[in-house]
């Protein structure tokens, strides 16, 4: 309990001091996302399909250069643009981004889905490349607020304030583990989890991305 009131602390210290501004701006951003086309809503599933074991500041440069061309390109096409920018793993993501694309058409309307374990559920198993995390992370970044994205930054900043083991792998189970720890942190915080994601990040990283 000492460590959950002293990451409390820190918490409660930026949400008082400019980086509470810097926050509120993203989350504005992020909702305006959810009010946009299925293809703006697509460019954000492929951003997060580069995140996946990449760094997500470069995915970013991705997004805002090439991103037209994710709607456009042959598989590839988006694998030599991929390559080009040095992406980890340009073959992989240009097939899960190009396989994806069969599900463009339907985003306006997925994201309508009320049910929020629906909701993630739908995307986890039609989107491919995207798991609990990615999938997570696309939700958040198109207006949600109820979903914790758990990379290894959390995990670093979880274990570092000794509120979990360090896991070997991140399983399903796991993951909702570790979400529902977030959900009380973000309710002693009076944060949603999109809130608190942000205020971890900069907590751990000294960024605030997206």
């Known amino acids: 309990m000492f460590f959950m009131n002293e990451l409390i602390n820190k918490i409660e210290t930026l949400k008082n001091s400019d980086i509470a501004k810097s926050v509120e701006q993203k989350i504005k951003i992020f909702k305006n996302i959810n009010k946009k086309s299925n ?3 697509f460019k954000e599933i492929c951003f997060c399909i580069l995140t996946a074991n990449y760094n997500a500041e470069k995915c970013i440069k991705i ?13 590839k096409e988006i694998s030599e643009k ?17 396989e994806s694309l069969k599900c463009k058409d339907k985003l306006e309307e997925i994201i309508q889905i009320t049910n929020k374990k629906a909701l993630r559920d739908w995307i986890v198993d039609n989107i491919k490349g995207l798991g609990y995390k990615e999938a997570s992370h696309f939700l958040r970044n198109v207006g949600f607020d109820d ?5 290894f930054h959390i995990i670093d ?3 570092d304030y ?3 083991k360090k896991p ?7 993951y909702f583990e570790i979400e529902n720890l977030l959900k009380t942190l973000a309710k002693k915080t009076n944060l949603t989890l999109a809130e608190l994601d942000l205020y971890l990040w900069y907590l751990e990283t000294g960024k605030i991305l997206k």
């Open 63 to 75: 997004q805002n250069e090439i991103g037209e061309c994710f709607l456009t390109d042959s598989k």
């Open 39 to 41: 293809d703006e809503l």
């Open 82 to 98: 991929l390559r080009d920018y040095g992406h980890r793993f340009p073959n992989a993501r240009a097939e899960y981004i190009f």
């Open 157 to 159: 900043i979880l274990t």
């Open 168 to 174: 070997k792998t991140i399983t399903k189970k796991k």
């Open 147 to 151: 979903y914790a994205i758990i990379d």
């Open 162 to 164: 000794d509120l979990i």
